[in-house]
């Protein structure tokens, strides 16, 4: 890990209001694929990817189960990471039916049942709205941001049309702002983790991690085998730990304003770089240099230089 970045007060919210990253038609396949794993049994959370094919319990694995839930296809028994779960009612309904009359109402049911598709679907019925006011609805309004403000356009339209709602099947206008759904398990000592900045994946693996720290409104995470701070929001949660020693962070800011003491340490390089204007950026990491860790370096600048830039007026 490169020491590159200093907490400056409180950051812009990074992350959009909770949805199912799948659509209601990507949800029923995967309902499928669990009844036909575990049938009638209640497998742990934890364990619910045998049905997917992943290869562990991943942030995918995750999103997907928390995508069943939100729809009202399958539900949580218990509580933590192990919690049971089992199908509802209406996922048993959709998969057991052999009319298809009475598998569309079950779609039709549970195509609202995740909060903001329901909510929006009350506003914006079965006439489709143009994109750019949906679009500033969802940022403007809303707090979404502008990468999620657009994956959730296309699973909404497509769980719409999957659903077969009509104008029939509104139930008029709403006025309130649902309150979010289920998140992803909040990152904690001991979960195994990866970091990713502008979709890329920055660990060569999932490392651990040992201590999570508060500053000036923002959350640092640190693991294994580094003393580099991490952003809670470039962190995801590949598996999640039973918790490891307790662990001392250093002190923050994390990155000191003047030349880094360990940059002379055994292990440690140092590259000085020097501006026009004569100021200097020192550049220091553990290890090698190499092709992996520059590009990692430019795709944490490049999204850095993303936050920077001004959001252009309409």
């Known amino acids: 890990m490169t020491d590159l970045e200093e907490p400056k007060g409180k950051p812009a919210r990074d992350r959009s209001p909770s949805f ?28 619910t990817y045998l049905a997917w094919g992943f290869k562990g319990d991943t942030s995918q694995a995750q999103q997907t189960l ?36 009475v598998k569309r109402e079950v779609l039709k049911s549970v195509a609202l049942k ?5 909510h929006f679907w009350r506003i914006w019925g079965a006439d489709r709205v143009p994109d750019p006011i949906r679009l500033d609805a969802l940022v403007l309004q809303h707090k979404f941001n502008e990468s999620g403000a657009s994956i959730f356009l296309k699973v909404y339209d497509a769980t719409i049309a999957f659903a077969g709602l009509t104008d029939s099947d509104n139930g008029g206008a709403i006025e309130t702002t649902p309150e979010p759904e289920d998140e992803l398990p ?13 979709g890329k994946l920055a660990l060569p693996k999932a490392s651990r991690v040992r201590a999570i720290q508060h500053h000036e409104g923002k959350a640092w995470v640190y693991v294994d085998d580094s003393e580099s701070g991490i952003a809670m929001d470039q962190v995801r949660i590949e598996q ?4 490891v020693p307790a662990f001392t962070p250093p002190p923050l800011p ?45 795709d944490y600048l490049d999204f850095r230089i993303q936050r920077l830039k001004p959001k252009p007026r309409n």
């Open 254 to 298: 994390l990155v000191p304003k003047d030349r880094p003491e360990h940059a002379s340490q055994p292990g440690w390089k140092e590259e000085r770089l020097v501006d026009d204007a004569g100021d200097e950026t020192f550049l220091s990491y553990k290890g090698e240099p190499s092709l992996e860790r520059y590009e990692f370096i430019r």
């Open 66 to 101: 928390a995508a069943l839930k939100a729809f009202g296809l399958v539900d949580y028994k218990g509580s933590g990471p192990k919690r049971g779960v089992a199908i509802t009612h209406d996922g048993r309904t959709y998969l057991r039916a052999q009319q298809d009359s």
């Open 114 to 118: 995740p909060k903001w598709i329901g």
């Open 20 to 47: 199912p990253f799948i659509s209601l038609q990507g949800a029923i396949e995967r309902l499928v694929e669990f009844d036909k794993t575990f049938s009638r049994q209640e497998p742990p959370a934890n364990r």
């Open 240 to 243: 999640k730990g039973e918790g």
């Open 186 to 198: 909040p990152v904690e000592v001991g979960d195994l983790v990866q970091v990713e900045i502008n």
